[in-house]
Nanobody, 117 residues
């Protein structure tokens, strides 16, 4: 298991921005770049869904966030961030950081994002 530390959630008005961060302090810096890092979210009474993912050499986004969200990673700091712009009420949910390494998956505890209309 990899311990993940998320931060940056909060309350924002529609059209606003938030930046989520996820650190993996217990991982080894020299191998962090090989991990696939992702952000998922779960809205009330809905299933958890992929928001954005960053592998060692590519990124992937849910259609609903393309052009608004940007995932980036700083391998030297063992961190991944999610810049969220033009937020919408439907972006509301608990956002979870996820890491996949060597066939194993670990999740963060989640951070709440609330977008008011």
């Amino acid at each position: 298991q990899v311990r993940l530390a998320e931060s940056g959630g909060g309350l924002v008005q529609a059209g606003g921005s938030l930046r989520l961060s996820c650190g993996a302090p217990g991982t080894i810096t020299s191998t962090f770049w090989t991990y696939t890092m992702g952000w998922y979210r779960q809205a009330p009474e809905k299933q958890r869904e992929l928001v954005a993912m960053a592998s060692r050499d590519s990124t992937e986004y849910a259609d609903s966030v393309k052009g608004r969200f940007t995932i980036s990673r700083d391998n030297s700091k063992k961190m991944v961030t999610l810049q969220m712009n033009s937020l919408r009420p439907e972006d509301t949910g608990v956002y979870y950081c996820r890491v996949d390494r060597n066939g194993m998956t670990s999740w963060g505890k989640g951070t709440l994002v609330t977008v008011s209309s």
